[in-house]
């Protein structure tokens, strides 16, 4: 995962490829979980191509590096290196090419309102 940050403007932007086709980066104020997007390509060549004209043109803009990102690409590549499997023999969802997991909203039934009950109004009769 590359992380880019501009600290004039409190901004940061991240991208990473996964699936070996699928470009996404993720962008936003800091401090925020931000936006997410997703570039599908024909190879993960294109894809990684997109990645660093992506990663030019946000350091002209003036992003740069984020600050402790070797200590994430050591950790990134040691978790590949020893491919932990989970008991039903799959990846664990910590791994860099996959976006972040967001949780989902459950919505409540709301109950039909009632229909309001007319009002009537007492007529007196004139004397």
Known sequence: MRR?????EDKF???????DAIFCYRFG????????????H???AEAEADLEDNVQRKIKEGFSDAEGED????EAEESDEEGE????GEQDSDEEGEAPKRKA?????AKPAEPPKP?????????
Request: proline residues 2%; aromatic residues 4%; hydrophobic residues 30%.
């Open 105 to 109: 909203k459950t919505k409540k039934a």
């Open 85 to 88: 499997e989970d008991e039903e």
């Open 119 to 127: 009002l009537v109004v007492a007529r007196a009769r004139a004397p």
């Open 4 to 8: 880019l940050e501009h600290a004039d």
């Open 42 to 44: 024909a190879s993960r």
């Open 71 to 74: 200590d994430e690409k050591k």
């Open 29 to 40: 104020k800091t401090g925020t979980q931000g936006q997410t997007r997703i570039k599908r």
């Open 13 to 19: 932007w991240e991208a990473w490829i996964k699936d």
